[in-house]
């Protein structure tokens, strides 16, 4: 990689610098006073630019230039830096282009101002919070790609990877904070500039590189003007662990990244920190566990030296946010190669100065724009907060998990909806209750960790529209099950009943109003029992049949038929008494 070990700057190779502004196309006039013009470029942020114009004269009582409509909000607007060096103009400028967002009229005591702000188009991207359940084994490239062509972004690269999601939800989240926060999370960074947004893999060598295959160097004494920095032994860790439970498992899954990603010099301060854990009860596939981990300990290492560098502005080599620049005659802990996040472009009264920011944040994206949410600490961009209504869509778990599927209306009432859990009165090894909710039943969701990757169902529900199969009295009562079929397990506190009956009227009640135990079969037959005894119903008749023997005992036995009585006894019959024993009829034959 060439490295430009640069010499003090002088008027010949750096001249005038040249500005041109656009608006929706038209150069602006060149009268117009510019008295400075700030451009920040960030990872994972989005390009603003301000540009302070003099205007406005009490005298007139007037912002002449504002009133002419020219910088009004919604514009676009292209802004061009560069040099003029002998006698023409440099072909190497830098461009910023975007959208005039807000204008600001300022009077103070020494004079008066318009105030431009500009942003990137995919400021478009931030204005809606948007809703959306995405497919199935899907990579953040690929919701980068679908969210960027959702909003007609401009986009130079979008790189891919294999990290595949089982779901993902966005609720209720812009769709940028959405996109920056799953690509933070895979080990990605965004970075915007006049060729459009670029998503690409953080992949750090060392030493490291540039994808331009240049790389400023910077050395104190010939073209530094300012440095500040400081370098924390508190950030970095020795090893980064993440822990989840895996429910499939039934463990805590631990993963952990010890890689050392940038090489530290001997007399560089140890790390206060042997171990950084990140903890989360929502479930992680080993792959994502892994990555998270890495993605940790890479935001760490590039984030224990931070400080700020500026330079007079180049236009012969380009640092973006993400690439390196090297520092000489700074000292030994600060000598060396430095990551740069951010890069301002400072433009006042015709000096053009650049600002690199040296080091990274540690946290994760979710974790600035979300701090108080514990979600954001493993980088969850989404979060859910409270409960959710969800509609059935599927009870098969094709995994094998006895997931069911279940949609989120207000979140993406066109998806087939998420697998979550099914919180049940009991559950474990070949036992527990076991009741699932029906396709198209409205139940009510929760989330682990608040986390809308992680669903599950809490109960299902009734209403005007799917009526209870018991109607609510005052006296409360009535409690029970009704299956689809109307097969009915009932509970009555008042008679303290518990009936269980088929839609054919096959029931089987106990009953302690009553004192008694009653099975019918829906046909006429029935067997009460009572305090009176047992009574046996039968419609029509009554077998009794055993495979030895039958015994009848009781201090009364009484047989009676209303027309004919027969007993039979294919070997033998004996009749005996132990008094007198009558036989009566109209005729009597014996043999």
Partial sequence: MASTDNTVLVEDKMDVVTLLIKVDGEEISRQYHVTSLTILQEINKIPTANLVVIDGEASKQDFSISSTGQFVPGKKIEIELGYFRNGQSDDDKFLFTGIIVTNTHKINNNCCELTIECKDETIKMTVNKSNAHFKKKITASEIAEELLNKNNISTEKVASIDLKHEQLVQSNISDWDFMIGRIDVAGMICVISSAGVKIKQLAIQNPPTNESGEMLKLIHGKNI?????????????????????????????????????????????????????????????????????????????????????KYIARTDITVLPGDFIELSGVGNAFEG????????????????????????????????????????????????????????????????????????????????GLHARVATLDAGNKRGTFFRPEIDDEVIVGFINDDPSNPVILGMLHSSAKSSPLEPKKNNNEKGYVSRSEIKLLFDDDKKSVIIQTPGSRSFEMNDDSGTITLKDGNGNKIVMGS?????????????????????????????????????????????????????????KIN
Avoid at 265 to 281: H, L, P, T, W
Avoid at 302 to 309: Q, R, T, Y
Avoid at 389 to 413: A, F, H, M
Avoid at 559 to 579: C, F, N, R
Wanted: hydrophobic share 30%; net charge negative.
């Fill in 225 to 309: 003007l300012e440095f500040s920095a400081d370098k924390d032994s508190r950030i970095r860790s020795d090893e980064v662990k993440t822990l989840c439970w895996d429910f499939k498992e039934q463990k805590v899954r631990v993963s952990g990244n010890d890689e050392k990603i940038v090489e530290e010099k001997e007399d560089q301060s140890k790390n206060v920190s042997k171990g950084f854990e990140m903890r989360s009860a929502a479930f992680f596939t080993e792959e994502e566990q892994t990555v998270l981990a890495k993605t940790k300990k890479i935001k760490q290492d590039l984030s224990g030296i931070k400080g700020k560098v």
């Fill in 337 to 416: 190669f430095h990551f740069v996040s951010a890069v301002q472009q400072e433009y006042t009264d015709g000096c053009w100065i650049t600002e690199a920011t040296l080091g990274w944040n540690e946290q994760f994206f979710s974790e600035q724009t979300n701090p108080q949410h514990s979600a954001s600490t493993t980088g969850q961009p989404s979060t859910v907060q409270g409960l959710q209504i969800g509609i059935v869509t599927n009870i098969e778990d094709s995994d094998g998990e006895y997931r069911v599927q279940v949609k989120l209306p207000v979140v993406d009432d066109k998806a087939e």
């Fill in 532 to 588: 009176s005894g047992i009574t046996i119903e039968a419609s029509k008749e009554i077998k009794i049949k055993a495979g030895t023997s039958l015994s009848l005992e009781a201090k009364k036995i009484s047989i009676k038929s209303d027309t004919s009585l027969e007993a039979q006894g294919s070997a033998s019959v004996k009749i005996s008494g132990g008094g007198a024993t009558e036989i009566k009829g109209g005729v009597v």
